[in-house]
């Protein structure tokens, strides 16, 4: 299993851990944990990284109309979101660094 794999599944599981868990720290475990996982990103799917990142964002409160256990998902959703915008944020300026490197 490759260091790129390992990291995202430990972000994956950070995010559902911290969806229920108040340490104080959730949002920079979450951002840091994104931000290595964006890293690792390869060129390939950068693109639909920050694609997935601005969809969940904008769609993650639809899962609170569900009965019994939407606030739970939405809770989950929300983290894994602020995951996925912190990586996209990492694969932009990889990016960037890409196209103005000489």
């Known amino acids: 299993m490759s260091t790129a794999k390992i990291i995202w599944i430990i972000g994956v599981l ?9 340490t104080g720290y959730d949002a920079a475990i979450i951002a840091i944990l994104g ?8 060129k390939d799917h950068r693109l639909g990284l ?6 969940l964002a904008a769609g993650n409160a639809a ?6 256990i939407g606030s739970y998902l939405t809770a989950i959703w929300a983290s894994y979101a602020g995951l996925l915008a912190a990586a996209s944020l990492m694969a932009i300026a990889r990016t960037t660094y890409d196209r103005l490197k000489p």
């Open 14 to 22: 950070a995010a559902i851990v911290l969806a229920f868990i108040d």
């Open 50 to 55: 920050i694609v997935a990142a601005i969809f």
């Open 35 to 42: 931000l290595v996982g964006g890293f690792f990103v390869d």
């Open 63 to 68: 899962w609170g109309s569900i009965p019994a």
